[in-house]
């Protein structure tokens, strides 16, 4: 069967609500090196810029907003990122690294987000 469209997630889907998004004051650039397999949108980083893991939970920054993320190839790059609130997000739209595996993980991640005013719904997952 042919494909009949494929479409990366838009912006729209991660952000429910953001504070004056015109003024950026929610967001930074933020410094990343991006992965071979590439970044998605709704990526948790830390504060040096990489993929949150269990060990850098406490650390957890940012959040990737930019919608170009898709087409960024691996390596160095800057990518738009949430980070400071008021800012309401899908929390199932959110990307851990590979060891935030389970519901107790993901939520201390959120936890440290929403102290940031990043908040989630649904609160916890």
């Known amino acids: ?3 009949i469209a494929v479409e990366t997630p838009r912006t729209s889907a ?9 003024s950026g004051y929610t967001n930074k650039v933020v410094s990343v090196t991006i992965p071979a397999g590439g970044m998605k ?13 269990v060990a850098s939970t406490v650390n957890a920054a940012y959040v990737v907003c930019d919608p170009e993320i898709a087409n960024k190839p691996a390596g ?23 060891d935030v595996n389970d519901a107790t993980k993901k939520n201390a991640v959120i ?5 940031k005013g990043i908040v ?3 609160e916890t997952l």
């Open 120 to 122: 989630t719904e649904p």
């Open 1 to 3: 069967m042919a494909i």
């Open 111 to 115: 936890a440290v987000l929403e102290a």
């Open 14 to 22: 991660l952000i429910k609500h953001q504070y004056d998004p015109s």
């Open 76 to 98: 160095a790059a800057k990518v738009l990122c949430l980070a400071r609130g008021p800012v309401t997000l899908d929390a199932t739209q959110l990307v851990f690294g590979t």
């Open 41 to 53: 949108l709704g990526t948790v980083l830390d504060k040096t810029g990489a993929v949150i893991a």
